[in-house]
């Protein structure tokens, strides 16, 4: 597992270094838009990635005016069929792309061809930034 995605800080150290209070952490959790690790006595650990997502969520509410149901909007515009190479089959089951509110991490039913953790999906991992969501809607234009 590379760093960037080994959780190693506590909510509170999060909280410390983006400048922000634990109750908005678990706040962007809550909306799914991040995904901590949690222990087996449920204390949230976060990784670098996480960290990044949050600097990006703070960014587009603070300097772009989104507000959650936007980020929910945006991020539940991730391909995520297409970088998971799902089938056609796999899609018409798949609550993400028939519903397209919330991003595939975040929905009640998981993907028909899950991996053990959400956290480790390369959908979840990919888009940590705003250019990483542009790059990659500008190459299915392609």
């Given amino acids: ?43 949230r650990i976060y990784s670098e990635l996480e960290i990044d997502k949050i600097r990006c969520i703070i960014k587009m509410i603070r300097e772009e005016g989104m507000n959650f149901k936007g980020l929910k909007k945006l991020y539940s515009l991730i391909p ?30 998981k993907c028909p061809n899950p991996l053990p953790d959400c956290r480790e999906c390369p959908v979840y991992r990919k888009f940590a930034s705003r250019s990483d969501l542009k790059d990659s809607l500008n190459d299915l234009m392609k």
Avoid: H
């Fill in 80 to 109: 995520c069929w297409y970088i998971r190479e799902c089938s056609k089959e796999e899609r018409e089951k798949c609550n993400s792309f028939i519903s397209r509110s919330l991003p595939c991490w975040a929905t009640r039913e």
């Fill in 1 to 43: 597992m590379s760093d960037y995605y080994k959780p190693l800080y506590s909510i509170g150290k999060v909280a410390k270094i983006l400048n922000v209070s634990v109750q908005t952490l678990r706040l962007y959790e809550n909306n799914g838009f991040i995904i901590p690790y949690k222990t087996s006595s449920k204390r």
